[in-house]
């Protein structure tokens, strides 16, 4: 029985199985081709064919012509690997033929066996690949070794009539050899930066280590090392990289740290690098280089520095963030350092360094002046540099509220007083605020002013005028006048900070004596210091103050005031009180409240005994013992003038002009006492900041 097919869809059947299936149908054959059509792709064919073999030959032309023409160069270059081949390849054998190098092998070979050790094979070989191409990178951007160009800028600071009073900027100085700095230059910047310099070093397998450790630490460390100086290092951190001493570093700049410090030491003699870190070395704020430092702060070449003045350079380049016209006692004191570490070198006896230390203590930079020494200008230029912009100009004109005749007469003042003191460690200086509260005379004390948000506010009112890059940014020609007790307490404040002692002094504060009194509408404050008690504690700074105001009052007569029995007569009419007596009670008799006149009696710096009763000084928590005797040394039988205060015994006494509140409270004889007004409390902070008295 045969099966016959069946369909279920149309146009698709069932296979028959039994029999073979029909192979599928041949496709018609094409049409052959006319004779038209055939001559025409037989020459389109032709034509390609021949087209391309051209191409193919003038290819292969140009390749022999280019191969002949860079075959000398190719050569040439090739020389050298030719050369090193056989060096490399011996120097492989040798590696493979090490013991170490089988067992390395014999190790791989175990570890890939292991399930996970071809995976950690592989890892491995990957770690070191991207440490290959990280180092790679680090070598690709090192810096150059000439350190980086600065900017030429020029600040300068002017007074109100346009003279300069100080100059800040930018500078680089010109490269030198070394034959061309001093021997005294030289010797005191080993002495300063490193002792040890000139010892030998060996840059063996211990040495590569020591350099490549001392790059990861944070500090350099001083005294003797291995692997190589101190110098290259401090040259290649802070001079090449250009990271500052406590700043943050990352991975990369360690590891271009050790590069050059090894790069420098294979390659570069002692003489060499030591020239090239007198050249990159920065000397004060931009300042960079030996040869702008001699130039710019003594006027001569680097070839002609004396040992003092080697030494004072020397100790700029320990701390290159002191002005070198405004922290000349700092510098000074790291110079007799430096001097001390040259006799520790054998490179000057103490005879020398004697002689160059008397030298040093009168030596003083181009430009430095009493105002620079105070701080005034940079704190200045600090509050206008907002007022300038982010970016920093090539050029800025900063002039100030400083009277240049004022000033003129308030430091020969000083001079005064202090050939009067016999200037054994005298210290004499002066502030004048004007009625804006802004600075007309600074004559500094003992350190700068320090960066205080009042002596921001001071600097901010001596503003008058800014020009950056030739055209004006600001300028206030008229400012408002100051609140009374605000400039009063603003000019305690910033004279406590004038007549902080120097970093190395070791003069007693508690010998300060200040006088704050008005001249005009001009307030002045004088301060004078020193190991004696008539200097500090006496009549010193009052009498500082009486030949200012003389001075003051000879250059601006006051005009003449007309008195009130001319002015009844013209009007006919007689002068009234200003104010009539307050409104009374019935059968309510006013309190008395008198005004204590007389020499008074010192119990202790915060009482006095005056006219048979007790006189508690209003806002003082008194001390007693050395700091009432010295209070009462102060005095000195002058006469005292108390007015009520509020309290039954509390007064606010003055000799003279001066507050004695103030006086204890300035001199640190004291404490303030609670919800005391604001000008004692600046006359405390002035004390706690300058650790006088009860605040050592």
Same mark, same amino acid.
């Given at each position: 029985?045969?099966?016959?097919?069946?369909?279920?869809?149309?146009?698709?059947?069932?296979?028959?199985?039994?029999?073979?299936?029909?192979?599928?149908?041949?496709?018609?054959?094409?049409?052959?081709?006319?004779?038209?059509?055939?001559?025409?792709?037989?020459?389109?064919?032709?034509?390609?064919?021949?087209?391309?073999?051209?191409?193919?030959?003038?290819?292969?032309?140009?390749?022999?012509?280019?191969?002949?023409?860079?075959?000398?160069?190719?050569?040439?270059?090739?020389?050298?690997?030719?050369?090193?081949?056989?060096?490399?390849?011996?120097?492989?054998?040798?590696?493979?033929?090490?013991?170490?190098?089988?067992?390395?092998?014999?190790?791989?070979?175990?570890?890939?066996?292991?399930?996970?050790?071809?995976?950690?094979?592989?890892?491995?070989?990957?770690?070191?690949?991207?440490?290959?191409?990280?180092?790679?990178?680090?070598?690709?951007?090192?810096?150059?070794?000439?350190?980086?160009?600065?900017?030429?800028?020029?600040?300068?600071?002017?007074?109100?009539?346009?003279?300069?009073?100080?100059?800040?900027?930018?500078?680089?100085?010109?490269?030198?050899?070394?034959?061309?700095?001093?021997?005294?230059?030289?010797?005191?910047?080993?002495?300063?930066?490193?002792?040890?310099?000139?010892?030998?070093?060996?840059?063996?397998?211990?040495?590569?280590?020591?350099?490549?450790?001392?790059?990861?630490?944070?500090?350099?460390?001083?005294?003797?090392?291995?692997?190589?100086?101190?110098?290259?290092?401090?040259?290649?951190?802070?001079?090449?990289?250009?990271?500052?001493?406590?700043?943050?570093?990352?991975?990369?700049?360690?590891?271009?740290?050790?590069?050059?410090?090894?790069?420098?030491?294979?390659?570069?003699?002692?003489?060499?690098?030591?020239?090239?870190?007198?050249?990159?070395?920065?000397?004060?704020?931009?300042?960079?280089?030996?040869?702008?430092?001699?130039?710019?702060?003594?006027?001569?070449?680097a070839a002609s520095l004396?040992?003092?003045?080697?030494?004072?350079l020397a100790g700029l380049?320990?701390?290159?963030?002191?002005?070198?016209?405004?922290?000349?006692?700092?510098?000074?004191?790291?110079?007799?350092?430096?001097?001390?570490?040259?006799?520790?070198?054998?490179? *000057?006896? %103490?005879?020398?360094? +004697?002689? =160059?230390? @008397?030298? #040093? $203590?009168?030596?003083?930079? &181009? !430009? /430095?002046?009493?105002?620079?020494?105070?701080?005034?200008?940079?704190?200045?230029?600090?509050?206008?540099?907002?007022?300038?912009?982010?970016?920093?100009?090539?050029?800025?004109?900063?002039?100030?509220?400083?009277?240049?005749? *004022?000033? %003129?007469?308030?430091? +020969?003042? =000083?001079? @005064?007083? #202090? $050939?009067?003191?016999?200037? &054994? !460690? /005298?210290?004499?200086?002066?502030?004048?605020?004007?009625?804006?509260?802004?600075?007309?005379?600074?004559?500094?004390?003992?350190?700068?002013?320090?960066?205080?948000?009042?002596?921001?506010?001071?600097?901010?009112?001596?503003?008058?005028?800014?020009?950056?890059?030739?055209?004006?940014?600001?300028?206030?020609?008229?400012?408002?006048?100051?609140? /009374?007790?605000?400039?009063?307490?603003?000019l305690l404040t910033l004279?406590?900070?004038?007549?902080?002692?120097?970093?190395?002094?070791?003069?007693?504060?508690?010998?300060?004596?200040?006088?704050?009194?008005?001249?005009?509408?001009?307030?002045?404050?004088?301060?004078?210091?020193?190991?004696?008690?008539?200097?500090?504690?006496?009549?010193?700074?009052?009498?500082?103050?009486?030949?200012?105001?003389?001075?003051?009052?000879?250059?601006?007569?006051?005009?003449?005031?007309?008195?009130?029995?001319?002015?009844?007569?013209?009007?006919?009419?007689?002068?009234?009180?200003?104010?009539?007596?307050?409104?009374?009670?019935?059968?309510?008799?006013?309190?008395?409240?008198?005004?204590?006149?007389?020499?008074?009696?010192?119990?202790?710096?915060?009482?006095?005994?005056?006219?048979?009763?007790?006189?508690?000084?209003?806002?003082?928590?008194?001390?007693?013992?050395?700091?009432?005797?010295?209070?009462?040394?102060?005095?000195?039988?002058?006469?005292?003038?108390?007015?009520?205060?509020?309290?039954?015994?509390?007064?606010?006494?003055?000799?003279?002009?001066?507050?004695?509140?103030?006086?204890?409270?300035?001199?640190?004889?004291?404490?303030?006492?609670?919800?005391?007004?604001?000008?004692?409390?600046?006359?405390?902070?002035?004390?706690?900041?300058?650790?006088?008295?009860?605040?050592?």
């Amino acid at each position: 029985m045969v099966a016959e097919p069946m369909t279920t869809q149309p146009g698709r059947d069932w296979l028959d199985l039994s029999s073979p299936p029909q192979p599928p149908p041949e496709p018609p054959e094409a049409p052959a081709p006319s004779r038209v059509s055939a001559v025409r792709n037989g020459l389109s064919a032709d034509s390609f064919f021949t087209g391309l073999a051209q191409v193919r030959t003038g290819a292969a032309r140009a390749g022999s012509a280019a191969a002949g023409h860079f075959q000398p160069v190719l050569a040439a270059a090739a020389a050298p690997l030719r050369r090193a081949a056989p060096i490399w390849q011996a120097a492989a054998q040798r590696v493979g033929a090490h013991p170490l190098a089988s067992r390395a092998a014999g190790a791989a070979r175990r570890a890939g066996a292991l399930p996970w050790g071809r995976a950690l094979l592989l890892a491995g070989l990957g770690a070191l690949g991207v440490a290959a191409l990280f180092l790679a990178w680090c070598a690709a951007t090192l810096p150059p070794l000439g350190g980086r160009q600065p900017s030429p800028r020029t600040l300068t600071v002017q007074a109100e009539d346009g003279t300069p009073i100080a100059r800040r900027g930018v500078e680089r100085g010109r490269a030198l050899r070394l034959e061309s700095v001093s021997p005294a230059m030289r010797q005191a910047f080993l002495a300063a930066q490193d002792p040890w310099f000139e010892d030998g070093y060996r840059l063996d397998a211990s040495g590569v280590a020591a350099v490549i450790g001392r790059a990861f630490r944070d500090t350099i460390s001083d005294g003797p090392r291995s692997g190589g100086p101190r110098l290259t290092q401090r040259l290649v951190r802070r001079d090449i990289i250009g990271i500052a001493p406590g700043a943050p570093r990352s991975l990369a700049d360690r590891v271009r740290e050790a590069m050059l410090v090894l790069w420098l030491s294979a390659r570069e003699s002692g003489a060499r690098i030591l020239a090239r870190a007198l050249d990159l070395a920065p000397f004060g704020p931009g300042l960079v280089g030996i040869d702008a430092a001699a130039r710019g702060l003594f006027g001569k070449e680097a070839a002609s520095l004396g040992t003092a003045e080697a030494a004072y350079l020397a100790g700029l380049s320990l701390a290159p963030g002191l002005q070198p016209d405004r922290d000349v006692t700092a510098v000074r004191a790291l110079g007799r350092a430096v001097l001390d570490g040259m006799v520790m070198r054998g490179t *000057l006896s %103490a005879a020398e360094a +004697a002689e =160059a230390g @008397r030298s #040093l $203590d009168g030596l003083s930079p &181009a !430009g /430095a002046t009493p105002v620079t020494r105070s701080g005034f200008p940079d704190l200045v230029l600090a509050e206008a540099a907002d007022r300038l912009g982010p970016a920093a100009p090539r050029e800025a004109v900063v002039r100030t509220t400083l009277d240049r005749g *004022l000033q %003129a007469m308030a430091e +020969a003042a =000083a001079e @005064r007083r #202090l $050939d009067a003191a016999g200037r &054994a !460690g /005298a210290r004499a200086g002066l502030l004048v605020l004007g009625p804006d509260g802004g600075v007309q005379a600074v004559v500094a004390g003992g350190a700068p002013l320090p960066d205080t948000p009042e002596a921001r506010r001071a600097a901010s009112a001596s503003l008058r005028h800014l020009g950056r890059d030739g055209r004006p940014v600001y300028d206030r020609l008229v400012a408002g006048a100051m609140p /009374a007790a605000e400039r009063r307490t603003a000019l305690l404040t910033l004279l406590a900070g004038l007549t902080r002692p120097p970093e190395e002094s070791d003069d007693p504060a508690s010998r300060d004596g200040v006088f704050v009194g008005s001249v005009g509408d001009l307030l002045v404050g004088t301060s004078v210091s020193g190991t004696a008690a008539e200097n500090g504690a006496g009549d010193g700074p009052e009498a500082f103050f009486q030949d200012v105001a003389a001075q003051l009052a000879k250059a601006r007569p006051a005009p003449p005031v007309a008195e009130a029995r001319e002015g009844a007569r013209e009007t006919g009419s007689t002068a009234r009180p200003s104010a009539r007596p307050a409104w009374q009670n019935p059968g309510e008799r006013p309190a008395s409240s008198p005004i204590l006149r007389g020499v008074p009696r010192v119990i202790d710096t915060g009482r006095l005994r005056l006219d048979g009763q007790n006189v508690r000084l209003a806002g003082v928590e008194g001390q007693g013992g050395a700091f009432a005797r010295e209070f009462r040394q102060y005095l000195r039988r002058r006469e005292v003038t108390c007015q009520p205060a509020g309290g039954a015994d509390l007064y606010r006494c003055r000799a003279g002009e001066q507050d004695l509140s103030e006086v204890v409270l300035f001199n640190g004889g004291g404490r303030a006492a609670p919800g005391a007004p604001p000008d004692l409390q600046a006359a405390e902070a002035g004390a706690k900041a300058r650790k006088a008295g009860v605040w050592q």
